[in-house]
Protein backbone atom coordinates (compact mmCIF):
# COMPACT_ATOMS: atom_id res chain seq x y z
CA UNK A 1 0.00 0.00 0.00
CA UNK A 2 1.11 2.97 -0.88
CA UNK A 3 2.17 6.41 1.80
CA UNK A 4 0.47 9.87 0.60
CA UNK A 5 2.07 11.87 3.28
CA UNK A 6 -0.53 15.17 4.45
CA UNK A 7 0.98 17.60 2.13
CA UNK A 8 0.96 15.66 -1.10
CA UNK A 9 -3.08 15.11 0.20
CA UNK A 10 -3.84 18.48 0.30
CA UNK A 11 -2.24 19.55 -2.26
CA UNK A 12 -3.97 17.48 -4.52
CA UNK A 13 -7.29 18.03 -2.65
CA UNK A 14 -6.80 21.70 -3.19
CA UNK A 15 -5.87 21.41 -6.94
CA UNK A 16 -9.59 19.16 -7.28
CA UNK A 17 -11.13 21.68 -5.31
CA UNK A 18 -9.77 24.30 -7.80
CA UNK A 19 -10.57 21.95 -10.67
CA UNK A 20 -14.30 21.67 -9.41
CA UNK A 21 -14.58 25.55 -9.08
CA UNK A 22 -13.56 26.69 -12.32
CA UNK A 23 -16.14 24.14 -14.01
CA UNK A 24 -19.12 25.66 -12.51
CA UNK A 25 -21.42 27.97 -14.63
CA UNK A 26 -21.87 31.53 -12.95
CA UNK A 27 -24.73 33.38 -13.62
CA UNK A 28 -22.53 35.78 -16.06
CA UNK A 29 -21.22 32.89 -18.00
CA UNK A 30 -24.62 31.64 -18.22
CA UNK A 31 -26.27 34.71 -19.27
CA UNK A 32 -23.63 35.30 -21.64
CA UNK A 33 -23.64 31.41 -23.62
CA UNK A 34 -27.41 31.94 -23.90
CA UNK A 35 -26.93 35.54 -25.71
CA UNK A 36 -24.06 34.11 -27.75
CA UNK A 37 -26.69 30.98 -28.60
CA UNK A 38 -29.20 33.32 -30.06
CA UNK A 39 -26.93 35.75 -31.78
CA UNK A 40 -25.79 32.86 -33.72
CA UNK A 41 -28.59 30.59 -33.96
CA UNK A 42 -29.54 28.99 -37.49
CA UNK A 43 -32.02 31.48 -38.91
CA UNK A 44 -33.87 28.66 -40.85
CA UNK A 45 -33.67 27.06 -37.88
CA UNK A 46 -34.04 29.13 -34.72
CA UNK A 47 -34.30 27.85 -30.95
CA UNK A 48 -37.83 26.13 -30.31
CA UNK A 49 -39.24 28.39 -27.46
CA UNK A 50 -39.95 25.12 -25.39
CA UNK A 51 -35.60 24.55 -25.53
CA UNK A 52 -36.12 28.63 -25.08
CA UNK A 53 -38.56 28.44 -21.77
CA UNK A 54 -36.23 25.32 -20.87
CA UNK A 55 -32.91 27.56 -20.41
CA UNK A 56 -34.32 30.73 -18.84
CA UNK A 57 -35.47 28.23 -16.03
CA UNK A 58 -32.29 27.05 -15.51
CA UNK A 59 -31.36 30.57 -15.48
CA UNK A 60 -34.10 31.46 -13.29
CA UNK A 61 -33.28 28.36 -10.90
CA UNK A 62 -29.40 29.74 -10.82
CA UNK A 63 -30.62 32.98 -9.89
CA UNK A 64 -32.17 32.09 -6.88
CA UNK A 65 -29.75 29.67 -5.73
CA UNK A 66 -27.37 32.05 -5.77
CA UNK A 67 -29.88 34.66 -3.71
CA UNK A 68 -30.40 32.22 -1.31
CA UNK A 69 -26.68 31.16 -0.67
CA UNK A 70 -26.38 35.12 -0.18
CA UNK A 71 -28.97 35.06 2.21
CA UNK A 72 -27.74 32.40 3.91
CA UNK A 73 -24.21 34.04 4.61
CA UNK A 74 -26.24 37.18 5.84
CA UNK A 75 -28.25 34.88 8.56
CA UNK A 76 -25.32 33.05 9.22
CA UNK A 77 -23.22 36.42 9.81
CA UNK A 78 -26.25 38.01 11.57
CA UNK A 79 -26.15 34.77 13.76
CA UNK A 80 -22.60 35.48 14.90
CA UNK A 81 -23.17 39.06 15.58
CA UNK A 82 -26.20 37.80 18.17
CA UNK A 83 -24.62 35.21 19.85
CA UNK A 84 -21.59 37.47 20.41
CA UNK A 85 -23.60 40.26 21.79
CA UNK A 86 -25.69 37.26 23.92
CA UNK A 87 -22.22 36.27 25.34
CA UNK A 88 -21.36 39.26 26.20
CA UNK A 89 -24.00 38.86 29.06
CA UNK A 90 -21.98 36.09 30.74
CA UNK A 91 -19.00 38.55 31.75
CA UNK A 92 -18.70 38.19 35.33
CA UNK A 93 -20.70 35.10 35.91
CA UNK A 94 -19.18 31.31 37.04
CA UNK A 95 -20.00 29.33 34.46
CA UNK A 96 -19.25 25.27 34.00
CA UNK A 97 -17.87 23.80 30.86
CA UNK A 98 -16.98 20.34 29.05
CA UNK A 99 -13.42 20.87 29.20
CA UNK A 100 -9.96 19.75 31.26
CA UNK A 101 -8.09 22.42 31.94
CA UNK A 102 -7.61 23.50 35.50
CA UNK A 103 -5.23 26.61 37.02
CA UNK A 104 -2.62 26.94 39.95
CA UNK A 105 -2.27 29.88 41.47
CA UNK A 106 -0.81 30.55 45.51
CA UNK A 107 -5.04 30.30 46.08
CA UNK A 108 -4.40 26.50 45.63
CA UNK A 109 -6.17 24.66 42.23
CA UNK A 110 -9.28 25.25 40.51
CA UNK A 111 -11.68 22.47 40.09
CA UNK A 112 -12.73 19.72 37.93
CA UNK A 113 -16.05 17.84 38.08
CA UNK A 114 -16.19 14.74 36.00
CA UNK A 115 -18.48 11.97 35.89
CA UNK A 116 -17.74 8.11 34.69
CA UNK A 117 -20.54 6.39 32.34
CA UNK A 118 -20.65 4.03 34.45
CA UNK A 119 -19.83 2.53 38.00
CA UNK A 120 -16.15 2.34 38.25
CA UNK A 121 -13.69 0.23 40.63
CA UNK A 122 -11.15 2.24 40.17
CA UNK A 123 -10.45 6.12 38.90
CA UNK A 124 -7.21 7.70 38.84
CA UNK A 125 -6.63 11.12 37.73
CA UNK A 126 -3.51 12.19 35.85
CA UNK A 127 -2.22 15.83 36.06
CA UNK A 128 -0.22 17.06 32.69
CA UNK A 129 1.51 19.83 32.29
CA UNK A 130 1.39 22.47 29.23
CA UNK A 131 4.03 19.97 27.85
CA UNK A 132 2.05 16.98 27.59
CA UNK A 133 3.36 15.22 30.58
CA UNK A 134 2.56 13.70 33.43
CA UNK A 135 3.55 15.41 36.65
CA UNK A 136 0.80 13.85 39.26
CA UNK A 137 -1.15 10.83 39.56
CA UNK A 138 -4.14 11.03 42.66
CA UNK A 139 -6.12 7.61 42.72
CA UNK A 140 -9.66 7.81 43.29
CA UNK A 141 -10.54 4.45 44.50
CA UNK A 142 -14.24 3.06 43.54
CA UNK A 143 -16.74 6.30 42.08
CA UNK A 144 -20.65 5.79 41.12
CA UNK A 145 -21.65 6.91 37.53
CA UNK A 146 -22.46 10.30 38.94
CA UNK A 147 -20.97 13.86 39.14
CA UNK A 148 -17.58 14.17 41.22
CA UNK A 149 -16.09 17.07 42.19
CA UNK A 150 -12.13 16.45 42.24
CA UNK A 151 -9.45 18.92 43.20
CA UNK A 152 -5.28 19.09 43.24
CA UNK A 153 -3.72 19.44 45.61
CA UNK A 154 -0.81 20.78 44.08
CA UNK A 155 1.52 18.58 45.15
CA UNK A 156 3.95 16.70 41.97
CA UNK A 157 4.62 13.10 42.25
CA UNK A 158 8.09 13.84 43.46
CA UNK A 159 6.32 15.95 46.67
CA UNK A 160 7.65 18.96 45.21
CA UNK A 161 4.73 21.78 44.57
CA UNK A 162 3.89 22.38 41.25
CA UNK A 163 4.39 26.12 39.65
CA UNK A 164 1.46 28.32 39.20
CA UNK A 165 -0.34 27.60 35.90
CA UNK A 166 -2.71 25.98 33.51
CA UNK A 167 -2.69 22.26 33.94
CA UNK A 168 -4.73 19.51 32.81
CA UNK A 169 -6.54 16.16 34.05
CA UNK A 170 -7.03 13.30 32.28
CA UNK A 171 -9.16 10.71 33.81
CA UNK A 172 -8.79 6.78 33.79
CA UNK A 173 -11.35 4.50 34.72
CA UNK A 174 -12.20 0.59 35.24
CA UNK A 175 -15.08 -1.28 35.45
CA UNK A 176 -15.40 -4.45 37.94
CA UNK A 177 -13.77 -6.49 34.66
CA UNK A 178 -11.44 -4.37 34.28
CA UNK A 179 -12.83 -2.84 31.01
CA UNK A 180 -12.14 0.65 30.33
CA UNK A 181 -14.71 3.44 31.29
CA UNK A 182 -15.36 6.85 29.76
CA UNK A 183 -14.86 9.92 31.58
CA UNK A 184 -17.09 13.03 30.98
CA UNK A 185 -15.11 16.29 32.47
CA UNK A 186 -16.48 20.24 33.14
CA UNK A 187 -14.33 22.63 34.34
CA UNK A 188 -15.33 26.20 36.00
CA UNK A 189 -14.22 29.72 36.02
CA UNK A 190 -15.15 33.57 35.80
CA UNK A 191 -15.53 34.89 32.60
CA UNK A 192 -13.39 38.18 32.00
CA UNK A 193 -14.10 38.34 28.42
CA UNK A 194 -14.99 36.60 24.66
CA UNK A 195 -13.24 36.31 21.92
CA UNK A 196 -15.24 35.00 18.37
CA UNK A 197 -13.27 33.23 15.42
CA UNK A 198 -14.31 31.20 12.72
CA UNK A 199 -18.18 31.35 13.77
CA UNK A 200 -17.08 30.02 17.29
CA UNK A 201 -17.65 31.85 20.34
CA UNK A 202 -14.92 31.21 23.33
CA UNK A 203 -15.08 32.65 27.24
CA UNK A 204 -11.99 33.83 28.46
CA UNK A 205 -12.34 33.08 31.96
CA UNK A 206 -10.43 35.09 34.17
CA UNK A 207 -7.44 32.96 35.31
CA UNK A 208 -6.50 32.59 31.41
CA UNK A 209 -8.34 29.91 30.57
CA UNK A 210 -10.38 29.21 27.44
CA UNK A 211 -13.95 27.66 27.14
CA UNK A 212 -16.31 27.44 24.49
CA UNK A 213 -19.97 28.71 24.65
CA UNK A 214 -21.38 26.07 23.03
CA UNK A 215 -20.77 23.93 26.02
CA UNK A 216 -21.36 25.91 28.62
CA UNK A 217 -23.70 23.35 30.80
CA UNK A 218 -24.26 25.98 33.83
CA UNK A 219 -24.06 29.92 34.88
CA UNK A 220 -23.71 30.95 38.52
CA UNK A 221 -23.73 34.56 39.76
CA UNK A 222 -20.33 35.25 41.68
CA UNK A 223 -20.30 34.67 45.03
CA UNK A 224 -19.67 37.63 46.90
CA UNK A 225 -18.89 37.44 50.60
CA UNK A 226 -20.96 39.46 53.01
CA UNK A 227 -19.17 41.46 55.94
CA UNK A 228 -20.48 40.26 59.54
CA UNK A 229 -18.06 42.07 61.67
CA UNK A 230 -19.76 43.53 64.59
CA UNK A 231 -19.29 47.49 64.33
CA UNK A 232 -21.09 47.87 67.80
CA UNK A 233 -19.04 49.03 70.87
Avoid at 171 to 198: K, L, N, P
Wanted: with cysteine; glycine share 8%; charged share 20%.
Amino acid sequence: MSYVDAVSYNNASYVASTDTASSELGQEEFLTLLVTQLQNQDPLNPVEDTEMIGELAQFSSLEELSSLNETMEGVTSTLSVLTVNSAVSYIGQDVVAAGYSISKTSDGCTDVYFTPAEACDSVTAHIYNEDGDIVASVELGTTSADEHTFTWDGIKTNGSEADDGTYYVGFEAYDADGEGVSVSSEVAGTVSGITSSSGTTVLELSDGRMVELLYVSRITAPTTSTDTTDTTQ
